[in-house]
């Protein structure tokens, strides 16, 4: 039945039944979409084309019966409960495709490499630097820093996502699907510097690998994993040293360039590590407000290329799929949601 996916596409969308009457032209009534998501009627064929024009989908990808269904939603911020719902259906649509673009690929990647140890219990805020440790350890990646996190992600299996969000800087879950194993996915804000979306990928990676006991505030536990996660505590120790009375912001510009995160997030490191007390830390963060890096991060120096950590990984499967001829480029352009010359001047830049 259309109702499911016809709902979910308008929330996808952020209409109101009003709105996407209006959008059809009101050639049908918010009354009778009402009606159509409820499975109490079907639309027929130019009721049909009119709302898969208006919500710019097929007419095939509302008649489908495919079932995704996220459990376990993370949001890192929260926003407005309207909000998050066109987060949450914006983002199994996009879902949607990658994953049937990995089926008709023959790909098995919707398993993703979950660390061995995992859940690691985390009773207090250090286990989570254990469980940073850890995830390291299983996955193989020493004490180097993580050069392009959301590409290790999704080596992993982790589908990543980039959207364009307002109010929250990311969100991770499980997707269910009918018969299949749950797929993990972790969506980031497009339109964040690339220093922010590293923490917000290892932050959400946190929730992914631990279990927090009651009492544990989970968000202060994933932020001290991601921490860690980017910035071992070995490493730092061996750069910075044990203990220090002060660090000088040159300093601190250096190890960004080393970690890849914001000078920001490695005062906080080295607070966490006891490496700088409480009023060395006070004193560099006035220094932040000073220069207006608090209100504007982006603004500090030696800032990553914005498109650093934004996930590549469906666009080389749809480029590949397109070029195997199990894709047309009319479907391609649709995944990929550009128009056919976008999508010719991509392929000729990627020849």
């Known amino acids: 039945m259309i109702g499911k996916r016809l709902k979910l596409a308008r929330a996808s969308a952020g209409f109101s039944l009003r709105d996407l009457a209006d959008k059809t032209g009101n050639a049908v009534s918010a009354q009778a979409i009402g009606k159509y998501e409820r499975n109490e009627d079907m639309p027929g064929s130019r009721i049909l084309m009119a709302l898969a024009t208006a919500l710019q989908v097929s007419e095939a990808h509302l008649l489908s019966d495919e079932e995704l269904e996220l459990e376990g939603v993370d949001f890192r911020k929260k926003t407005s409960a309207r909000e998050e719902a066109t987060i949450e259906a914006r983002t199994l649509q996009l879902l949607e495709r990658y994953l049937a673009l990995e089926d008709l690929l023959n790909l098995r990647s919707a398993d993703w490499e979950q660390p061995r140890s995992a859940p690691y219990p985390v009773q207090d805020l250090r286990d989570a630097e254990d469980a940073a440790r850890s995830v390291r ?39 269910k699907r009918k018969g299949r194993d749950a797929a993990r996915v972790v969506v980031v804000c ?9 923490f917000t990928l ?85 220094v932040f407000a000073q220069r207006g890096w608090r209100k504007h991060p982006f603004a500090e120096p030696a800032c990553i290329a914005p498109d650093y950590e934004e996930p590549k990984r469906f666009e080389r499967l749809c480029y590949r799929a397109l070029a195997e001829g199990v894709i047309g480029e009319s479907r391609a352009a649709e995944m990929l949601n550009i128009s056919l010359r976008e999508l010719d001047r991509r392929l000729e830049e990627e020849v």
């Open 202 to 286: 290892a932050h959400e990676l946190g929730h992914m690998v631990m279990g927090p006991v009651s009492g544990v505030d989970e968000e202060l536990a994933a932020h001290r994993f991601a921490g860690a996660f980017l910035m071992p505590a070995d490493v730092v120790r061996a750069e910075v040293g044990a203990q220090r009375s002060s660090i000088s912001v040159g300093e601190l510009v250096a190890l960004k360039r080393r970690f890849g995160v914001s000078v920001q997030a490695i005062a906080f490191r080295c607070r966490d590590l006891g490496i700088i007390d409480k009023k060395a830390f006070s004193a560099l963060f006035k």
């Open 190 to 198: 497009s339109g964040a510097w690339s220093e922010r979306k590293r």
């Open 137 to 175: 350890e299983d996955w193989g990646l020493g004490h180097d820093p993580v050069p392009k996190l959301a590409e290790l992600l999704e080596e992993r299996g982790i589908k990543v996502l980039s959207m364009d969000l307002e109010d929250i800087d990311g969100l991770a879950a499980k997707v």
